[in-house]
């Protein structure tokens, strides 16, 4: 969670909500990194979750993460939920939980919905208090004036 929280934090650099996320193997080898970038890019998909799965899809050279275990600072949206179903990602492991917008838990539980083809393991509240500081630290300004 240290190395996703670290990669959250360069998401401020461009405007990003400070989200990090990384892939690591079976084996515990990191596979991939991501972080917000939808300001820097312009793209909507641009989510850490699913930019760390790019990343190591490509270093397996496989969709299929299985055995695979994705760490992110934020509980994962719809759109994130949905892409470690797809990528048959084994546990997700995350920091704050995301009371509007969740879908590993929180609003919605999509990784572990029966009617779905794959399930993931979710183990959430991992370094809660700081993944949810830096998140606050950055909406705060954002929220003030309205």
Do not use: Y
């Amino acid at each position: 969670m240290g190395m996703a929280l670290h990669e959250a934090s360069h998401a401020l650099a461009s405007g990003d909500v400070p989200v990090g996320a990384l892939v690591v193997g079976p084996d515990g080898r990191l596979l991939g990194l991501g972080r917000n970038r939808r300001e820097e890019t312009g793209d909507p998909t641009a989510h850490a979750e699913v930019l760390a799965l790019r990343q190591a899809a490509m270093s397996r050279r496989s969709w299929r993460l299985d055995g695979c275990t994705l760490v992110v600072t934020l509980e994962p949206c719809v759109m994130c939920a949905g892409a470690l179903v797809a990528a048959r990602v084994r546990r997700l492991v995350l920091g704050a939980w995301d009371p509007k917008a969740g879908a590993t838990g929180s609003v919605w539980d999509l990784v572990r919905d029966q009617r779905a083809n794959h399930a993931v393991e979710v183990v959430g509240g991992i370094r809660e208090q700081e993944c949810g500081t830096l998140l606050r630290a950055f909406f705060e300004p954002h929220r003030e004036g309205t």
